[in-house]
């Protein structure tokens, strides 16, 4: 039997399962929810059937769709976000990128971020610089990106926290302006935009995550996008040992190793950030799945926050500013001072209730023990950060939230809340 006719014949199979698997039902409202189905089995036990399994033409293909899905030039994917991170950080620290960033340039960045988005600058021998974050928002306070400017900025570094896109505009004016490199962290931020431009677009490279429980997923995942050919020159070689296979390094590099194989010459400090072809195989299929997704986050998250408007007085919940378009990575709740509860009190209720909950990605990164390891700058106080680490959380916000448990989460909290309700003193 051919590989064709053994995927046919069990294609049928893989749908019946699919079908008919229930999902862990330890929480009705779980922070993520596993998003794939027997197309994405299917794709890769043709992978799998081929032996075509490392980084290939799966990889490539779903490469130049999210390139034309974005409107970039270039799409590097890569095995995570945190990687692509790395590699975005990279490319503009080589020799070869012309004034790029070198050792002791600061980076201007959020005190709400991933840890990942943080260690490639210090990484690089770079210093990050951390500003306060706009309270409803959660993003960088672009008055204060300003204030934070010195003679050695090179390059800010911001993160559309939870798929608000919020303020990325005014950032990269402020980047343009003051002719600083502008590195997107767009890991949380799949398919957000701002006045019709896309989260990810804004500046000179921009990186994404697939893992596992974001907006789709390749189980493990990440991409790098831009428009600059020698960027995407520099990040390919960069996540594949440093070499110039699938690059324009051939011709730049290859007169002063004429003795080398082209295929085998180094030209960078490289890694191994490969993704695998099976990676690529959910790629491919999972991208149509996309818009619908985030739309169907946009509407849980406008139920909710219309639901709980009435205790502002208690909580904050962000609400999609006009002109943005929020994905809406999960929903976040913040604690309002006296309000007669804390933030411990609402998520052992909402556990209570099978609801899971979690920090705010990282919270105010300042606070956590590798902070002592990373030589950095504090640029004013970052009051906001320090209060959503102590008073913020989060519940997972997508495809699996039906309708019933869009109310359900509604209800739950209604009969805490209530309970809480009086006027502040």
Not at 77 to 86: E, F, I, R, W
Not at 274 to 286: D, L
Not at 316 to 328: A, I, K, L, N
Not at 398 to 414: A, L, P, V
Request: glycine share 8%; net charge negative; proline share 5%.
């Amino acid at each position: 039997m051919d590989r064709d006719s053994a995927l046919k014949l069990i294609d049928p199979i893989i749908r019946d399962v699919f079908e008919n698997t229930s999902p862990d039902d330890k929480w009705t409202i779980p922070l993520g929810v596993v998003n794939y189905g027997p197309d994405e089995v299917i794709e890769v036990l043709d992978t799998l059937l081929s032996g075509n399994v490392t980084m290939g033409t799966k990889v490539a293909r779903f490469e130049e769709m999210w390139a034309e899905h974005v409107g970039r030039k270039h799409a590097i994917m890569v095995n995570s976000g945190s990687s692509a991170n790395l590699a975005a950080i990279g490319a503009l620290s080589s020799p070869h990128y012309e004034n790029g960033i070198r050792p002791g340039d600061e980076v201007i960045t959020t005190s709400i971020p991933w840890s990942t988005t943080i260690a490639p600058i210090v990484q690089t021998g770079a210093i990050p610089v951390f500003v306060d974050v706009d309270p409803e928002s959660f993003n960088l306070d672009p008055q204060l990106v300003r204030d934070a400017i010195s003679p050695s900025t090179k390059a800010i570094m911001p993160v559309s926290l939870l798929g608000n896109p919020h303020g990325m505009d005014l950032i990269a004016n402020i980047a343009r302006d003051n002719n600083l490199f502008l590195i997107e962290d767009a890991c949380e931020a799949t398919g957000s935009s701002t006045n019709g431009t896309r989260i990810g677009t804004f500046g000179e490279i921009g990186t994404f995550s697939f893992y596992f429980s974001h907006h789709i997923s390749t189980v493990e995942g990440g991409m790098v996008v831009t428009d600059d050919d020698l960027i995407a020159d520099l990040v390919r070689s960069i996540r594949a040992h440093g070499w110039t296979r699938d690059s324009d390094f051939k011709s730049r590099e290859l007169q002063h190793s004429s003795e080398i194989q082209s295929k085998w010459t180094f030209v960078e400090t490289g890694y191994n950030l490969r993704p695998t072809e099976i990676s690529g195989a959910f790629g491919i299929r999972q991208i149509s799945k996309l818009d619908p997704i985030i739309e169907h986050r946009r509407e849980t998250a406008r139920i909710w926050s219309d639901a709980l408007l009435k205790y502002n007085h208690l909580i904050s919940v962000s609400t999609e500013q006009p002109g943005d378009r929020h994905s809406w990575f999960g929903y976040p709740m913040v604690v309002r001072p006296r309000a007669g509860f804390d933030r411990d009190e609402l998520a052992t209720f909402l556990k209570s209730k099978s609801i899971d909950v979690r920090p705010i990605i990282a919270g105010n990164i300042l606070e956590h023990p590798v902070i002592k390891q990373w030589p950095h700058r504090v640029s004013g106080e970052v009051s906001e950060a320090s209060w959503i680490h102590r008073n913020g959380l989060m519940i997972g916000n997508h495809e699996g939230i039906t309708e019933s448990g869009r109310t359900y989460f509604i209800e739950s909290i209604e009969e805490f809340l209530s309970k809480c309700d009086h006027p502040s003193s």
